[in-house]
């Protein structure tokens, strides 16, 4: 199992126009058979950040070598990469899982 975090600091007001790209990648990534879950999160004490948690079964190598090249994505990387400022990528591998 692997978790994915990534965290989001948009250019400032474009988090309207940004979430609902980021959603409906969302919705398509729950149709792969190997996703688990995804929460998109605010920061309160950041106005322009989010936070996106994901889980997936199987391995960063094995995720990688899958996921990036899957062609919703390259939709979603288009129509996003001018609302985006910074993000931070960061593979953590699960130590207690709690449903």
Do not use: C
């Not at 975090?5 to 988090?15: A, I």
């Not at 940004?18 to 106005?47: C, G, N, Q, R, Y």
């Amino acid at each position: 199992m692997l978790s994915l975090y990534v965290r989001f600091k948009l250019f400032p007001s474009t988090k309207a126009l940004f979430v609902p790209h980021l959603a409906e990648l969302m919705k398509t990534m729950a149709e792969e058979p190997t996703f688990v879950s995804a929460v998109l999160s605010e920061d309160f004490e950041a106005e322009d950040e989010l936070v996106l948690f994901e889980v997936w079964n199987g391995s960063q190598e094995e995720w990688l070598s899958e996921q990036p090249q899957r062609p919703y994505r390259a939709v979603y990387y288009d129509a996003t990469k001018d609302f985006i400022a910074d993000k931070e990528v960061r593979f953590l591998s699960p130590t207690v899982l709690q449903n």
